[in-house]
């Protein structure tokens, strides 16, 4: 059997990872893969993370299994980072899952288990794995308009007129916030828009929230799934605190439902426990009790507050800096969308033979598609890729 296994493409990212350390060139700037990494081009682990696992370690005293939703105490805590008053308890179920992908990739076999002719859309472009799962599970997609590669924003005529094509039962997929890969991303009243979209189709919403926090803030970051939380009568959100928490290989992940109805809220919480057992039984629980016990203590709470806005502070700076030097060199505001745009992410708008004459004459590496991962710079760094991009032409 192993012999007839069809071959998967190579993985893009670890691909260029590879050329990245093969490049004897000392000034080589990656910017390829999705970690945060501060000035010195480290992901450290953050303090509070530290504290927790230096007090779990001393005062954990079993390890048996959980629940099949992971410990409660987490759902409750991360519900509240997510959702934060907008919407009732008793309208709320949430299963632990490994990581937000755990959480995505359930929330992709619940909508199956509830509609088996399910169509998934997808904004164009998404995070290639959205695709790569859904396609893996046999879920029809359908993606909608989402980056202007003009503007470097969002094309929100052409993403409302595509998202009206959908149909009750259907699921809409939306990024919460800092768009991966785009770094382009709606505003407040333009989300109130697509809402009344899904209002008139009837289709669920689905949010993908995988870096609350690294955008204009915690709440701020969370206003959009709040808001589609509170309008519509139901939504299935995949939270995940790899990014936020710096937590990446603990897989810590949520996927939450939210039911105006509340009396659908048990039923809910019975299949997400129903497929976590399908797939991986209990949940991996060292990471979620770690962000548990921060989000439960005051002064963890405010620590970790504290170094993940330093963070998402750092990465803005990065990105002004950025805008601000291609300013300069290119005497025109063509670049002013690097400075608009939230998250780790920018897409540049650079062809795949600019990637490639980045990568070979300058040491510059980014994904493909131009995705550049903004934590990837320093200031010493943001000039010479700024000259990198005009030498380029692009
Ligand atoms: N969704 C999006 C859009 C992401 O970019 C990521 C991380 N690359 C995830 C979900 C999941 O992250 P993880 O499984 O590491 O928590």
Known sequence: MFADFKAQPADKILELMQLFRDDPRQGKIDLGVGVYRNAEGVTPVMRAVKSAEQRLWSEQETKAYTGLLGDPAYATAMCGLVLGDAVSQDSIAAAATPGGTGAVRQGFEMVRYGNPDVRVFVSDPTWPNHISILNYLGIETVTYRYF???TGGVDF???????????????????????NPTGANLTLPQWHEVIEVMRKTGALPMIDLAYQGFGDGLDEDAAPTRAVAAALPECLIAASCSKNFGIYRERAGLLITVSQDASNTPLARDTLAFLNRQNYSFPPDHGARVVTMILDDPALRDDWQAELEATRLSMLDLRHQLAAELQKLSGSDRFAFLGQHRGMFSRLGA??????ALREKHGVYMVGDSRMNIAGLNAKTVPLLAKAIIDTGI
């Open 148 to 150: 202007d590669a003009n």
């Open 157 to 179: 005529p052409g993403m409302l007129a595509d998202l009206e094509q959908a149909r009750p039962g259907d699921v809409i997929l939306l990024h919460g916030c800092c768009h």
């Open 351 to 356: 062809t795949p033979d600019q990637v490639k």
